[in-house]
T-cell receptor, first 114, second 112 residues
């Protein structure tokens, strides 16, 4: 497994602003992902964070709204840009130590946009 | 579209009973199957993985996989109140780009 530190754990933000969420892993991992979990719902994959290249986004998610960085094999950031109340959700970082193996999750970031 | 289906519940079982959680998936190319437990307000925690047909046991948990029927289940023996949580089924398939697709989760309540 891997120890994943995600921060902030929660935040309340004004609409129109941006928030950057950080995900730090204690060891090098092959895959890093960002998920969103809206209230009472399951997890939806936002994108796969690719080391040294642009992230791969899922249908319905775009880079301008959710820019992602992954400068190395242990760290990634997700920015939620120009926030609206509809962006209020839990955002989760997930890693696979090697491809196609178990995925582990960070503690999540509970975002409230007012 | 790759789909993973679960009964949302809640599934209520008495303490000490066996809880049976079920999941079906649509992609026959699916290779890896996972069960996560999520307590309210917490992130998902991996409890079982299974990759081949049959049963896999780990303590009080048993995962069962039937690829022909596209069905995976989780049995929890001697259920405890601390098992009360939402259980998420997740499936990884090559056709899905090696990404996990999650079901909507089954809420389990273990009653005293």
């Amino acid at each position: 497994s891997a120890v994943i530190s995600q921060k902030p754990s929660r935040d309340i933000c004004q609409r129109g602003t941006s928030l950057t969420i950080q995900c730090q892993v204690d060891s090098q991992v092959t895959m890093m992902f960002w998920y969103r979990q809206q209230p009472g719902q399951s997890l939806t994959l936002i994108a796969t964070a690719n080391q040294g290249s642009e992230a791969t986004y899922e249908s319905g998610f775009v880079i301008d709204k959710f820019p992602i960085s992954r400068p190395n094999l242990t760290f990634s950031t997700l920015t939620v840009s120009n926030m609206s109340p509809e962006d209020s959700s839990i955002y989760l970082c997930s890693v696979e130590v090697t491809s196609n193996t178990e995925a582990f999750f960070g503690q999540g970031t509970r975002l409230t946009v007012v | 579209q790759k789909e993973v289906e679960q009964n949302s519940g809640p599934l209520s079982v008495p303490e000490g009973a066996i809880a049976s959680l079920n999941c079906t998936y649509s992609d026959r190319g699916s290779q890896s199957f996972f069960w996560y437990r999520q307590y309210s307000g917490k992130s998902p925690e991996l409890i079982m993985s299974i990759y081949s047909n049959g049963d896999k046991e780990d303590g009080r948990f048993t995962a069962q996989l039937n690829k022909a029927s596209q069905y995976v289940s989780l049995l929890i023996r001697d259920s405890q109140p601390s098992d009360s949580a939402t259980y998420l089924c997740a499936v990884n398939s090559e056709g899905g780009g090696n990404k996990l697709t999650f079901g909507t989760g089954t809420q389990l309540k273990v009653e005293l």
